[in-house]
């Protein structure tokens, strides 16, 4: 404990001197340089006849917004709206009638208004993607975008790589983010890797946090509600044309959360409900040395604790059934960045990066001595990128990266000798390294056609080169408030280490290192439509997804051992489509439908938690200046999932869920605010065995300065 406890307290120091690496990815980043605030885009001056016009109006699809655009928050840290600028496609600020890419973006005031508390509750509406929690907050949580599998979404925050090296899959929990701090998500669908390297199969989410700006501010809250909900959270910021900073501590609890169906309880068992316990602590700082050089310094730290009912297994009847006892799980993240922003000439950036991460958790199993393990996976990442705006109209972004990373597992095996067994710990360690260069070029072919196309070669220590790539034009027909859009490329998911050097000789299973990465081609076209002046828009979006060398577990009814092994094919594809008006100055809603169908097509099944329908619809209203009401209807269809207790493949029955919310300005430095949700109480599991969250009731107070 005394470890723990210096290690998080290292950390947090860490987070709040910025003194440390910090965070911003060199391939998709933007600088807390006060010089380069969003959503700022340079565009053409309106009397240039003889360049390519910059200014187009056409429908901005991208915007997952459902509050009023006279709506204004009461959360004062939300009120830049740059709903209408996205950075994910291309690296650099852009127009999102100008990208052909399918990308959503949500702001902190729409965070702020459907008072989101945890990233997945932000992403659950969002088209293509579905979310999977197991129970409530603090569930492990995976996200499926566009039929592809858990681990194909690369999860970017404030630019920092945050896939855990220690996991099998090697991904990220987005259970353990809290939301509080979150400036915007973009949420960028199909493969990326031609501008973001390796884990971009599906499709990349980039989470920016906010940064400081204007006069210095203090923002504090607290609320509480069902579940034994408490939670605060509390900023300081500000900032000048020289510098930026902002500082944030936000904590969640809620230590009464049924997760456990008493249906699968052992007779007499009681239901011990889960308990989450969250501290983050971030911090952003932007400070020009000169006119032409740039600091940026950005750090987090997250110590999330969760207590749930693991499972017990009878080797008898070959099922499972909740554990008697509560275990266990502490997961400590650390993100960092330090970058310098040079501006060489009126039309040349160069960014040099360092990111580090760090990611640490410790399992208490109660029950089986060999689900105790403590893992710890580390990440260094060295990273140039120089942006040259050429000529009106034409971007080239190049760029070159390095990365170290490690995997360090301790975990306690039971082996079997002669008529009985012991206890032993293993450790596995092992790490790699990777580099990257890939360049892309942004260009307005001719008046309203837009095009980005990039290409990017990386270099593994263990399993070589590979070339990936992509192209995304975008035509707009101002005449009639029309887009066409499209793109096509290429994506890998590169294998984890734990997949490859991690043995389990207990159980038969062992790592293998020859394994290749999983490839992926896709495509989208689509149109986007603008009517009644722009008020209302509607469009949709077809896509498909190839995807060969799928990793899966493979068995030896021979030698009885188990590994990994390149032997899966799937394909996806589907519609995205959606409508969104404002009814009336006060009075925005939006509509969105996803159908996907996601094969194996091995055995032509369904693929496990992707239901072939999804929809939902978002309400904003703001009958008074200080009064805001919003509502949200989620509609989650049939999906294929396999029976906690019996491992058997079995059909989830569809479930809708109604959220709805209220904020009110009391003054100028205070408001009060509450929101139910699941409002209807509908009762459903997503995986199986986990019930989700019922009816819960919240509340709370918001200060500002």
Known sequence: MLRVSRRRKMRIALAFATVGISAQEASAQVPASPNTKLPAVNVMADDDSDAPSKKVKAPAAAQQISTPAASNSSDSSATVDSSDIAVSPTGTPESVDQIGSSVTVITAKEIAAQQRRTLPDVLKMVPGLNIVQTGGPGGQTSVFMRGTNSNHTKILIDGIDVSDPTTPNRTFDLGQ??????????????????????DALGGVILIYTKRGYGPPKATAMVEGGSFGTFNQAASISGGTNKYNYYFNVSHFRADDIPVTPENLLLPGEQRHSNRYDNRTYSSKVGVDITKDVTVNLVARYTDGTLHYTGDAYDPFTNTSYPAPYQSGSDVDDFYSRSEVVWRTFSNLTNYFGINYSNSQTDNIDHVNLTGNSYYQGDRVKYDWRNVWNLAPGYTLVTGAEHQIEQFDGRQINEVFSGGGSFYEGQHTFAEEWNNGVYTELQAEVIRNLFVAANVRYDDNENFGGHTTWRVAPAYVIESTGTKIKGSIGTGFKAPSLSQRFQDYPAYFFYGNPDLKPEENTGYDVGFEQAIFGGRAQFGATYFRND?????????????????YANVGKAKTDGVEAFISADLTKDLRIRADYTYTQATNEDTGGWLLRRPHNKASVTLGWTPTEKLLLTGAVLYYGDSLDINRATFENEFLPSFTVVNVAADYKLTDNMSIYGRI????????????????????????IRFTN
Do not use: C, K, W
């Not at 209807?680 to 009731?697: K, Q, R, S, V």
């Open 177 to 198: 983010m809290l939301a509080m701090d979150i400036e915007r998500v973009e949420v960028l669908r199909g493969p990326q890797s031609g501008l973001y390297g390796a």
């Open 677 to 700: 949700d699941n409002l209807f109480d509908e009762h459903y599991e997503i995986p199986d065995g986990f019930l989700a969250t019922g009816i819960g009731a919240y509340g709370g």
């Open 547 to 563: 995807i060969t060398d799928l990793i899966e577990s493979t068995y030896d009814p021979t030698t009885f051992v188990s590994t």
